[in-house]
Every structure is written in C-alpha cells, then in structure tokens.
C-alpha cells in the first residue's frame, strides 16, 4: 500500500511572479513537461503585488520569483515575500547570473537561485522540490525538533 502511495503524483501548489509572458510560458511549459510525481498547480501574477494578493486569499507550497518586476527590483521582491510569508519556501528564477547576487539572495530567505535560459524542466522541479524539503527542515530546526 505505501509503494502506491508513493506513485501517486502530489499535488504542489506553486505561485509564478513573472512579468515576461514569454518567461512565464517558457517555465510553465519546462515544468510539466515530462515525467514527474509532482501535480503542479500553477498560477501566474505579473507583479509581486498581484502575487501577494494571491497569497492573502489563497495558499501556495512554493513560490517562483523573479527578481526584476514593475513593482519590486533585484532583492526587495525576496524582502517583501519573506517578511510577510516567512514560512513559503522561495525559488528565484532570474536572468541575474552574478554570483554575488545569488550569494545575497539565498542569504535573505530564497531557497534555490536559478537563472533563466540555462535551467531544464528537471531542474526547476528538483528545486521546487528541494526548496520545499529545505524550509521544512529549516522550521523544524527552528521548532527544535531532533531530525
């Protein structure tokens, strides 16, 4: 019985920041395409505000967050979500390649840093998968739970 359990895809709710349309389809596309036990439910906001919104009225396992919107530049989007949301797991998805921008953002609460054009539909779903292990290990830790 638990062997099928564990072939069952689980259904992961992930919220999409991305301004670009053509970014937005180009992720979406990659991440269910192919074989996967993850069932992603995704949704797409344009903007950090749109996406907090969403957030207000309607839960998500895992955001994916781009770091150059209308309303939010390089790591004020982080800040923003992490105040507000400190428990959602966040995996940025940014053009920024500079390694000290990704050095900052994994020190201000993103879990996973890809950078757009050079992650495959694999790679996006191991991190989403890898982020939302990582913050529950991390709010264990904090609870002071033994692993």
Same mark, same amino acid.
């Given at each position: 019985?638990?062997?099928a359990?564990?072939?069952?895809?689980?259904?992961?709710?992930?919220?999409?920041?991305?301004?670009?349309?053509?970014?937005?389809? +180009?992720?979406?596309?990659?991440?269910?395409?192919?074989?996967?036990? @993850?069932?992603?439910?995704?949704? /797409?906001?344009?903007?950090?505000?749109?996406?907090?919104?969403?957030?207000?009225?309607?839960? $998500?396992?895992?955001?994916?967050?781009?770091?150059?919107?209308?309303?939010?530049?390089?790591?004020?989007?982080i800040?923003?979500? /992490?105040?507000?949301?400190?428990?959602?797991?966040?995996?940025?998805?940014?053009? @920024?390649s500079?390694?000290?921008?990704? /050095?900052? $953002?994994l /020190?201000?609460?993103?879990?996973?840093?890809?950078?757009?054009?050079?992650?495959?539909?694999?790679?996006?779903?191991?991190?989403? @998968?890898? +982020?939302?292990?990582?913050?529950?290990?991390?709010q264990? @830790?904090?609870?002071?739970?033994?692993?």
């Open positions: 019985m638990q062997l359990k564990l072939a069952q895809p689980q259904d992961i709710s992930v919220l999409l920041i991305e301004d670009s349309q053509p970014d937005a389809t +180009a992720i979406t596309k990659a991440m269910i395409y192919g074989e996967s036990l @993850y069932n992603f439910k995704i949704t /797409h906001k344009n903007s950090l505000s749109e996406g907090l919104g969403f957030l207000g009225s309607s839960p $998500a396992d895992v955001i994916l967050l781009d770091l150059n919107l209308p309303d939010a530049k390089e790591l004020g989007a800040d923003k979500v /992490h105040k507000l949301y400190p428990d959602l797991p966040i995996v940025v998805v940014s053009g @920024y500079d390694m000290d921008i990704v /050095h900052q $953002a /020190h201000k609460g993103a879990q996973e840093f890809l950078i757009k054009g050079e992650c495959s539909g694999v790679a996006i779903r191991q991190s989403i @998968y890898q +982020a939302i292990v990582r913050k529950k290990i991390e264990s @830790y904090k609870r002071g739970d033994k692993l």
